[in-house]
């Protein structure tokens, strides 16, 4: 059975991994009948958020990304740093602001400066090398230009300034809405903008199927 890494960032929109992104995202693994394994970091998240009010909770104590990430998974998560590329046939990284924050500091910096976690990168990096897929959802498409070679397709939405952005970086930036994906044949890497732009979780969940099932077909 094919096994599929999914990398995570903490759990909450705000500040870690978009939950309905990637609850949608092992759903449609499983009906695709693949086996799935959280990945994240483990160390502290940059912060934390007060989900109700969106605002930094400065009482708040420090939160661990992979703890975090195991609320989502049910406890199906590990340490970024005893994955082994090679125990997997594709990886998708669900979005969320942790991406932007944890996995990526574009969130701080919020222009082409912005660089990625070089566990992560490394970890990335290794199934470009060897010809496998990935998917990238939501603001994770950032990370692309970073992984990849120049000129790769990408799609962070409908937003002209981060397209922008992702131009400057070194992808091809594909504007398209929350229901289509992004597919990038030579590489085998697939997008969708998912909260970047959609109206609804139906049409989250719309992106996220095609975008898995287009991964799931290159294994």
Request: proline residues 4%; charged residues 20%.
């Given at each position: 059975m094919?096994?599929?890494?999914?990398?995570?960032?903490?759990?909450g929109y705000l500040e870690g991994s978009e939950i309905q992104e990637t609850v949608l995202t092992i759903l449609?693994?499983?009906?695709?009948?693949?086996?799935?394994?959280?990945?994240?970091?483990?160390?502290?998240?940059?912060?934390?958020?007060?989900?109700?009010?969106?605002?930094?909770?400065?009482k708040a104590s420090p939160r661990n990304i992979l703890e975090e990430s195991a609320r989502i998974t049910r406890g199906n998560v590990i340490d970024i740093a005893d994955a082994d590329s090679d125990e997997y046939d594709a990886i998708i990284f669900p979005g969320g602001f942790g991406a932007?924050?944890?996995?990526?500091?574009?969130?701080?910096v919020g222009d082409e400066?912005?660089?990625?976690?070089?566990?992560?990168?490394?970890f990335a990096r290794a199934f470009y090398l060897a010809d496998k897929p990935a998917g990238y959802i939501?603001?994770?498409?950032?990370?692309?230009?970073?992984?990849?070679?120049?000129?790769?397709?990408?799609t962070v939405g409908?937003?002209?300034?981060?397209s922008a952005i992702l131009e400057k970086k070194g992808a091809e930036?594909?504007?398209?809405?929350?229901?289509?994906?992004?597919?990038?044949?030579?590489?085998?890497?697939?997008?969708?903008?998912a909260y970047m732009c959609?109206?609804?979780?139906?049409?989250?969940s719309q992106g996220i199927d095609k975008l898995v099932e287009k991964v799931v077909s290159y294994i």
């Open positions: 094919a096994k599929i890494a999914v990398v995570l960032s903490g759990c449609a693994l499983e009906k695709q009948g693949v086996e799935w394994q959280g990945v994240a970091l483990n160390k502290n998240q940059k912060h934390v958020i007060n989900h109700l009010h969106q605002g930094v909770d400065s932007a924050k944890n996995i990526m500091d574009f969130a701080f400066s912005y660089q990625m976690n070089q566990d992560v990168l490394t939501c603001i994770a498409p950032l990370m692309i230009p970073l992984v990849y070679p120049e000129g790769t397709k990408a409908t937003d002209e300034n981060t930036a594909i504007l398209m809405d929350a229901t289509n994906i992004c597919v990038d044949e030579s590489v085998k890497v697939v997008s969708t903008p959609a109206k609804n979780i139906l049409e989250v």
